[in-house]
Nanobody, 123 residues
Framework: QVRLVESGGGSVQVGNSLKLSCAAS????????LGWFRRPPGKEREAIAN????????LYGHSVKGRATISRDSDQNTVYLQINSLTPEDTAIYYC????????????????WGQGTQVTVSS
């Protein structure tokens, strides 16, 4: 059974950095593409970043490009997202996603999703 567990959310001050983690299990040893999305309050979900095995297809959403770094463990389906210079506009529920199924970035679709972790940025 596939399971995605996000961690690292919470309250952060403006200008600081945040690092989120997501451990995806249940893939029977297969390494899959992993992504991060977020849903700000009252807005639609947006794609933040994607990374595939061997660091292939490292992609970023427009709103975090230049401020975010996605990385993964080389032999596991664990993915990390660091965002620097946080602003209140980064306040959102952040979701981890696993196993790309179709679509072109930033409209990648994934088979599995985590429950999400809240990030709140305030001054």
């Amino acid at each position: 059974q596939v399971r995605l567990v996000e961690s690292g959310g919470g309250s952060v001050q403006v200008g600081n950095s945040l690092k989120l983690s997501c451990a995806a299990s249940g893939f029977s040893g297969r390494r899959v593409c992993l992504g991060w999305f977020r849903r700000p309050p009252g807005k639609e979900r947006e794609a933040i970043a994607n990374i595939c095995p061997d660091d292939f297809d490292r992609l970023y959403g427009h709103s975090v490009k230049g401020r975010a770094t996605i990385s993964r463990d080389s032999d596991q389906n664990t993915v990390y997202l660091q965002i620097n210079s946080l602003t209140p506009e980064d306040t959102a529920i952040y979701y981890c996603a696993a196993e790309w199924t179709r679509g072109s970035w930033p409209r990648y679709e994934y088979a599995y999703w985590g429950q999400g972790t809240q990030v709140t940025v305030s001054s």
